[in-house]
């Protein structure tokens, strides 16, 4: 995201726990300070269901 190479994130979240040897959505680098993060503006939100579809941009 910071080469600017990312657009938006849709992401879909389900009400369950998948435990410690679940694979991550994502491989992060660990964060220095609060300064790095990625900052992101939620565009859209919806239950489809139980789930929950977000639609986030980079800002």
Known sequence: MHAGLVDELL???APV???D???P???LP???DMA???QLRMLD???LGEDMRL???PH
Do not use: E, F, K, V
């Open 11 to 13: 992401l879909y979240i």
């Open 17 to 19: 726990l998948l435990g």
């Open 21 to 23: 040897s679940a694979r």
């Open 25 to 27: 959505l994502l491989h």
């Open 30 to 32: 660990t964060l220095a």
């Open 36 to 38: 790095a993060r990625w």
């Open 45 to 47: 939100q919806r239950m």
């Open 55 to 57: 639609l986030l941009r």
